[in-house]
């Protein structure tokens, strides 16, 4: 069974880079046919997809936070990462990481809130 698990600070100040990782168990990061999202919820807002990688390690992200934004992996930890540069108050969110495979997203972490304060 296939597990995502997020990891990161709670708590991250203005202007700084937000660091979060996603360990995966029961399946490999290099699976063919498997992308690992990034997405966010913010209160009272709908989810927000901000990026994915695939499982060759193409990225593709939301054009609006391409500029401050990356994605990588690491597959000897089985795991996925994402950055987020410059932070504001408007990326607190909860933050998931997600599997699509055929269209559909079939995995979800738990989820992590960031919250953006100094």
């Known amino acids: 069974q296939i597990q995502l698990q997020e990891s990161g600070p709670g708590l991250v100040k203005p202007s700084q880079t937000l660091s979060l990782s996603c360990i995966v168990s029961g399946e490999a990061v290099t699976s063919v046919y498997n992308y690992w999202m990034w997405i966010r919820q913010s209160p009272g807002k709908e989810p927000e997809w901000l990026g994915m990688?695939?499982?060759?390690?193409?990225?593709n992200y939301r054009p609006s936070l391409k500029s401050r934004m990356a994605i990588s992996r690491d597959t000897s930890k089985n795991q996925f990462s994402l950055r987020l540069e410059s932070v504001t108050p408007e990326d607190t969110a909860v933050y998931y990481c997600v599997k699509e495979w055929g269209g559909r997203y079939d995995a979800w972490g738990q989820g992590t809130q960031v919250t953006v304060s100094s």
């Open positions: 990688i695939d499982y060759s390690g193409i990225t």
